[in-house]
Nanobody, 123 residues
């Protein structure tokens, strides 16, 4: 079992920045690839970014490429999502997720999830 807890969400104006953190516990963090997903009210959950267990490979949704950066610190058992140039359409609950070894972009491929943190971007 892997337990995940997100933090860092909040209210920000359009054009602003936030950094989300996801702290993991329970298993060897470096064995797990990590992903960030988001879900806006009335919308399907969508992939945002993912990172391999080593941090050597990263993947992004087209909608956030160039604005968001995923990273990880295996010594701190934490994955981050730096979000710049935020827009109102980025408003959603952001969740981190974990799966063994290989990163993936499909939410159904991640067995472990955090409860999420709300990000609200005002115009």
């Amino acid at each position: 079992q892997v337990q995940l807890v997100e933090s860092g969400g909040g209210l920000v104006q359009a054009g602003g920045s936030l950094r989300l953190s996801c702290a993991a516990s329970g298993r060897t963090f470096s064995n797990y690839a990590m992903g960030w997903f988001r879900q806006a009210p009335g919308m399907e959950r969508e992939f945002v970014a993912a990172i391999s267990w080593s941090g050597g490979s990263t993947y992004y949704a087209d909608s956030v490429k160039g604005r968001f950066t995923i990273s990880r610190d295996n010594a701190k058992n934490t994955v981050y999502l730096q979000m710049n140039s935020l827009q109102p359409e980025d408003t959603a609950v952001y969740c981190c997720a974990a799966r063994r070894r290989v990163a993936a972009t499909g939410g159904s491929e991640y067995p472990y999830w955090g409860p999420g943190t709300q990000v609200t971007v005002s115009s």
